[in-house]
């Protein structure tokens, strides 16, 4: 018999400021964080929220997962210095795309210019992909599991899969989980505009006929994931429940996804079945809907092939429409706005649709936020992460 | 040319360093202790760093496990670069 996992806190950094309420309300009412063709988080400014030494011992993305982590914990009424649990039962699970970029591309133009003489000693525990994960439990004290996850723009679903199973199966009683991302750097910003992955035009319009790639963003957030009957023993509000998830992999191109969305469709059957339910009781898909070309079809094949008659019942809506692709963090940022979506019945909007592609027929819910219909029922959602290297997350949510 | 290396001159250095690592400049003198200031072996690293570049003299290994406050540090280089 699995545990069930209840979401107690979230907290967020993302181009549309900082905080959770306010990713998911400027989203809601149709803000776009986006800017001169990137999402960059601009309302963040680390010192408002972190000493200089704090600050000058993490990389950007750390930064994100360190401020995202206390409004995630103060919500989940975590007294940091008396943990609601044995720390040891507490674990950390943490992604990214590419961890630390930003201070690479730093201590390697040193390099060059000055000699490795000048290269920053911190400059590999600050570059880390689970740079985050070590100080997030070092931050709060966590002496459970902690580990990265990298698996590109998947990893913070992967994240959040990997926090929930731990719980389910009793190896954690809670678990930190989440993603971040900082890669709007010189080298990386060039690399994906290289790989015709970019949009030229700056435009991030998931699922419309004009759509040409995505807009590159940045930001991070933290869930806070607890036993439900642990978190309902100590007077906790949960937010959410996971009921599950289901992961597959592509096996196919290193950067494109399949055609048919085979893979992508397998992970969201899984996700149904780990979670006990049936297409007809999702209410809301939260797409990955990056606006490349490859993507926001093969991802149309696929929720049409899993869900069946229901797809074209239900909203489908995507968070990068506002934000941009925030890579490894997409997945956990784009659940926190869910979460709370969920909570108040609403579909946010996919900003910018306004042409129709022929074959990508779903409800993406253009411009505009819009009511969920549940009729009283639960208010249940899919989440979906897919990354170069054909790895496909759908996580699988209901409202409390 | 590293610059010339008299007490005063890497006390003025490491006092001046300090301060990026998050030490409260009132905080400092010879007799603070890196552990009271909170400087951890990874500060120690890159103040290392600073005074390499400055006097060509390093704080590595041994010697930074032995030194514990900022007078040992300055006495260190001193005596390193006679």
Redesign the interface.
Known sequence: MKREVVVTGIGAVSPLGVGANTLYERWRDGSSGIENGEGAATEFDPTDHLSVKEARRSDRFVQFAMVAGDEALAQAGWDRDELPYDSTSIGCVYGTGIGGIGTLERGKELLIEHGEKKVPPLSVPLMMSNAAAGMLAMRYGLHGDSFGTVSACAASLHAIAQATRMIQYGDADAVITGGAEAALTPLSKAAFARLEAVSPRGISQPFDARRDGFVMGEGGAVLVLEDAEKAAERGATPLAKILGFGATSDAHHLTAPHPEGTGAAGAIRKALRDSGIEPGQVAYVNAHGTSTPLNDRAETKAIKDALGDRAMQIPVSSTKSAIGHLLGAAGAVETTATILALRERIAPPTLNWEEREEGMDLDYVPGKSKPLEINGGPAIALTNAFGFGGHNVVVCLEAL | MPATITSDAVEKTILEALP???VEESEISRDSTFEDL?IDS?DL??LS?II??EYGVTIKGDDARKIKTVGDAIDLVVSKAG
Do not use: A, H, K, W
């Open positions: 990026q690592f998050g909170d990874l690293t890159e760093q390499e570049e």
